[in-house]
């Protein structure tokens, strides 16, 4: 498909403070599709996220990474987001002054491009809709930005702004920790409803309980900072099933931390 979304990720190797957490990842995800990246903490699956969002704390020391056909690693934070890569937080800031509604008007404005800018009543209706979507109270529209939100409040907020600005590629950083049943509920149903050609997206996440709500086309599992198995959705519900050690013991891994190799 001509406009499929995609992200290409080639040997990406990063590094934190001189400290190399990722050691050669290759991942392709594309349009429709949703791939789920799971492993024990500490083995590189935040930095995943991170180093392709461009955050400046992450060092990308080797190999490549391609958005829709264009170099990502070259590009500036806002170009990524407005380029249509998208990062769900595992710990969503909050932001005093600015509400919930003009961040996201100016947001998908950016997106949207200069002459382009949605008509403030069109957006305020698409905001409510998605907002009744997601069972977010009309309220919190004007709130400040996740000041004084519950965890399960701004999980639910970031999938309204996936929602809202409509990326290409989303990744979603833990979106389920953190939340009850009944909230894990809501979140993917979000996620589900999005779902679609225009759309890849890769979950990062602990545990196959979230996986039960948002099934995964692709399964992957990191240790040691590299992808060291893929599979299908059966593999998720092995894991959960068996837990890593069975994986560990396989591969003949010991640490699967990032450190045991640094």
Same mark, same amino acid.
């Given at each position: 498909?001509?406009?499929?979304?995609?992200?290409?990720?080639?040997? $990406?190797?990063?590094?934190?403070?001189?400290?190399?957490?990722?050691?050669?990842?290759?991942?392709?995800?594309?349009?429709? +599709?949703?791939? %789920?990246?799971?492993?024990?903490?500490?083995?590189?699956?935040?930095? $995943?996220?991170?180093?392709?969002?461009?955050?400046?704390?992450? +060092?990308?020391?080797?190999?490549?990474?391609?958005?829709?056909? *264009? &170099?990502?690693?070259?590009?500036?934070?806002?170009?990524?987001?407005?380029?249509?890569?998208?990062?769900?937080?595992?710990?969503?800031? *909050?932001?005093?002054?600015?509400?919930?509604?003009?961040?996201?008007? $100016?947001?998908?404005? %950016?997106?949207?491009?200069?002459?382009?800018?949605?008509?403030?009543?069109?957006?305020?209706? =698409?905001?409510?809709?998605? !907002?009744?979507? $997601?069972?977010?109270?009309?309220?919190? %529209?004007?709130?400040?930005?996740?000041?004084?939100?519950?965890?399960? +409040?701004?999980?639910?907020?970031?999938?309204?702004? !996936?929602?809202?600005?409509?990326?290409?590629?989303?990744?979603?950083?833990?979106?389920?920790?953190?939340?009850?049943?009944?909230?894990?509920?809501?979140?993917?149903?979000?996620?589900?409803?999005?779902?679609?050609? =225009?759309?890849?997206?890769?979950?990062?996440?602990?545990?196959?309980?979230?996986?039960?709500?948002?099934?995964? &086309?692709?399964?992957?599992? !990191? !240790?040691?900072?590299?992808?060291?198995?893929?599979?299908?959705?059966?593999?998720?519900?092995?894991?959960?099933?068996?837990?890593?050690?069975?994986?560990?013991?396989?591969?003949?891994?010991?640490?699967?931390?990032? %450190?045991?190799?640094?």
């Amino acid at each position: 498909m001509a406009n499929q979304p995609w992200l290409k990720v080639e040997q $990406l190797r990063v590094s934190v403070e001189g400290t190399e957490i990722l050691k050669g990842v290759d991942l392709e995800v594309r349009g429709g +599709e949703v791939h %789920a990246i799971m492993g024990p903490n500490g083995t590189g699956k935040s930095t $995943l996220a991170s180093a392709l969002m461009g955050h400046p704390k992450y +060092e990308v020391t080797a190999g490549r990474a391609w958005l829709d056909g *264009e &170099d990502l690693l070259a590009m500036k934070v806002d170009e990524r987001a407005r380029k249509g890569l998208f990062l769900a937080m595992q710990y969503p800031s *909050e932001v005093p002054g600015v509400s919930n509604a003009n961040f996201l008007r $100016l947001a998908l404005n %950016a997106r949207r491009g200069e002459g382009n800018e949605i008509p403030v009543l069109r957006f305020h209706r =698409e905001l409510q809709k998605q !907002m009744a979507a $997601l069972e977010i109270d009309p309220s919190f %529209a004007e709130r400040y930005l996740n000041e004084g939100f519950s965890g399960g +409040e701004k999980k639910r907020n970031e999938i309204l702004q !996936m929602a809202m600005l409509k990326p290409r590629i989303a990744i979603l950083d833990e979106i389920d920790s953190g939340l009850d049943i009944d909230a894990l509920k809501i979140v993917a149903k979000g996620v589900n409803d999005l779902r679609g050609p =225009e759309l890849g997206v890769l979950i990062i996440t602990h545990y196959q309980r979230l996986l039960q709500y948002i099934v995964p &086309d692709r399964v992957h599992v !990191m !240790m040691q900072g590299r992808i060291v198995r893929s599979g299908g959705r059966e593999l998720a519900e092995e894991l959960e099933a068996k837990g890593y050690d069975w994986l560990k013991q396989e591969l003949g891994i010991e640490d699967h931390t990032v %450190a045991s190799q640094s």
